[in-house]
């Protein structure tokens, strides 16, 4: 489960991609499912860029430091998009567009 600081559940389900194959794939060709959202753990501080060139549907993204608060987002990425980081981060969350409310500096659990 995926809370915020409040300890509001924002997602039941978080599915994990941690290998360097599952971050490749990502959400690519995958079907959304209600309720879940999709975690990234990087393993250490990165700053790489995000595409949508396979992803059918739109998405929030959340990029989150070591310490797990949120330090920049993109709400509503569109399919067939990219995105460049402007900062370094640790996890990102990915979710479909509007299931997941954060702001920057809020904290997450999970």
Not at 37 to 44: S, V
């Amino acid at each position: 489960m995926l809370r915020d600081s409040r300890g509001r559940l924002l997602a039941t389900d978080v599915i994990l991609f941690k290998s360097s194959w599952s971050r490749a794939r990502g959400l690519m060709l995958r079907k959304p499912r209600d309720g879940a959202a999709y975690l990234f753990d990087f393993g250490g501080e990165v700053r790489c860029g995000f595409h949508m060139w396979l992803v059918f549907w739109p998405i929030d993204l959340y990029l989150l430091d070591g310490k797990r608060r949120v330090v920049e987002m993109k709400r509503d990425f569109r399919p067939f998009t990219a995105y460049r980081p402007q900062r370094r981060f640790r996890f990102a969350i990915e979710a479909s567009a509007g299931a997941v409310q954060l702001n920057p500096g809020d904290p997450v659990r999970w």
